[in-house]
């Protein structure tokens, strides 16, 4: 679980970091190390009651075990614990907290932009949509029904109207009713997703551009899982097109906690058009002078942030720069192939059924069974059995009209059929692929 060795080498990172703080008068804090011992390995087996979310075993939800790097840098800038909401509290943090966005700016196809790190997906989104409420007042926000819960959660906080678009058959939103509601002439902004946590679905973004040039609306995306697979070199066709279309959009959310291969809380909220920022205009009686420089705090609707978060992303993207030829993409690029190895076994399998070919790294699948409510009842006992052999999924509730269309042969007496769900999220997965695919043919 942890690479011993690596903690040599922070130590001795340790020791150069001390270097640049030597012409201070010695200081050490008091430290009862057999009290911290005690503590500490009560923690430890307290944490032993989890599930094994860096094993390959563990296919659940979106927990992807942050990068050694990341942990290694995030730990030692823990010692100085700087907060990146001025630059008094975090100077050289915050300049890597501007070339990392700007990096992942960069990979989006945007030469300006406007954006920063923030605590996670909910909080990058709520300042996304703060901005679309500024910008159109009384307007409303469009969301699928297969988007994520936050959208509306932060509406109702923002006191902005939001209402949901329904999807196809494929968990996509759906233009028709998109263009219908369009038509009604007051929707400000449409949040697309890329992808969707439930079912990994990419919304048809270069068709709403279409319908953008048409209606004069704002699109924002949600890319907090799926973002980074722009650079992966096996999506489909049409997945490829979608993702060529971002630099087209007005604003991006994406996840560094996720796919980024950082600890939580790491999110990232850009921006194309940088005169956003004069929304965020305040003033401050005690903070932004010690530079001239943009304080990340005048662009950011948080105040205290992690500047621990952003040297962790910094150092990771120095090891694993985002290039489409590079050792980052081609994990990502691994994480589909192991979803579609799985998807192909489960064409093949007696046992089970798939519901769609993964456009992402999320399988739906079910039990063969008759009707909904007993694949509800084996997809329950798969999951509680899979659990005890080590092997953990998830579980996700479909509604019969977004399934039909697939399993047409099930006699739907329950509206909703319960599937399990799996997220391939780890490169290693492609190389447990056999391993795992034993465990589900025993079940």
């Not at 950011?300 to 992303?313: H, K, T």
Request: contains cysteine.
């Amino acid at each position: 679980m942890i690479e011993k060795n690596t903690l040599e080498v922070l130590e001795r990172a340790a020791s150069t970091l001390e270097q640049g703080f030597k012409k201070l008068p010695e200081f050490k804090p008091s430290v009862d190390v057999k009290a911290i011992q005690m503590v500490l390995q009560t923690v430890a087996h307290r944490l032993q009651n989890n599930y094994p979310y860096q094993h390959p075993f563990y296919i659940g939800q979106m927990l992807k075990p942050p990068h050694i790097m990341a942990q290694l840098a995030y730990m030692l800038t823990m010692t100085l614990n700087p907060n990146n909401h001025a630059l008094d509290g975090g100077r050289e943090s915050s300049k890597m907290e501007k070339e990392v966005v700007a990096e992942i700016s960069d990979m989006f196809g945007w030469d300006t932009h406007l954006g920063h790190l923030t605590s996670g997906g909910t909080m990058a989104n709520m300042e996304a949509l703060w901005i679309a409420g500024q910008i159109h007042p009384h307007k409303k926000i469009l969301a699928s029904t297969q988007a994520h819960y936050t959208h509306q959660r932060i509406t109702s906080v923002l006191k902005l109207e939001f209402e949901t678009v329904e999807v196809d058959q494929f968990g996509k939103m759906c233009l028709l009713d998109l263009e219908n509601q369009l038509k009604q002439g007051d929707i400000g902004t449409v949040v697309a997703t890329l992808g969707t946590t439930g079912m990994g679905a990419l919304d048809p973004l270069s068709d709403i551009l279409k319908l953008q040039q048409k209606y004069n609306f704002r699109i924002h995306v949600d890319t907090a899982y799926g973002g980074y697979y722009t650079l992966a070199d096996n999506l489909s066709d049409d997945g490829r097109m979608i993702y060529d279309c971002l630099s087209q959009v007005d604003s991006i959310v994406i996840d560094p906690h996720k796919h980024g291969l950082q600890p939580y809380g790491c999110g990232c909220i850009l921006f194309k058009d940088p005169a956003v920022g004069t929304y965020y205009n305040h003033d401050s009686p005690y903070t932004y002078f010690s530079s001239d420089d943009l304080h990340l705090g005048e662009i950011s609707l948080e105040c205290s942030r992690a500047g621990a978060s952003a040297v962790a992303l910094w150092a990771t993207q120095q090891l694993l720069p985002m290039t489409k030829d590079g050792e980052f993409a081609r994990g990502l690029t691994r994480c589909r192939k192991a979803a579609l190895t799985f998807y192909e076994k489960l064409l093949t399998s007696s046992h089970y059924r798939p519901l769609l070919q993964p456009e992402l790294d999320i399988v739906i699948w079910a039990p063969e069974a008759g009707t909904a409510s007993e694949m509800s009842r084996l997809s329950r006992n798969i999951f509680d059995r899979g659990a005890s052999e080590d092997l953990h999924m998830a579980l996700i509730n479909l509604p019969q009209k977004l399934i039909q269309a697939h399993w047409p042969d099930i006699n739907y007496d329950e509206e909703h059929v319960t599937c399990l769900r799996a997220c391939f999220m780890k490169p290693e997965h492609m190389d447990w692929m056999d391993r795992i695919w034993d465990k589900f043919e025993k079940l």
